[in-house]
């Protein structure tokens, strides 16, 4: 489990403690883009390209990179 978040850990992630600022930016506006797409692609042209459960994994693991690093969700527009 990990103490800090309170998951299992990820294999497909980096572990947050071990990440810098400029690492989690990185990753946040990957994330970011990659559920934007997978949002247009659900509710705009009624497709389905990942199964729930990872769609919820990319989610949470936004949400955990803004709560480890706040500083990141002030610095790009996020427009969902």
Do not use: C
């Not at 930016?25 to 970011?32: A, D, F, G, M, P």
């Not at 797409?37 to 390209?49: A, E, G, M, V």
């Amino acid at each position: 489990m990990n103490a800090v978040h309170g998951a299992k850990r990820d294999r497909y992630f980096q572990e947050i403690e071990k990440m810098d600022r400029s690492q989690a930016e990185k990753e946040w506006e990957s994330l970011r883009k990659a559920i934007e797409y997978h949002n247009d692609l659900y509710y705009r042209k009624h497709q389905r390209q990942i199964a729930d459960p990872v769609y919820d994994r990319l989610n949470n693991r936004l949400r955990e990179l803004e709560s480890a690093f706040p500083e990141i969700r002030n610095r790009f527009e996020w427009n969902t």
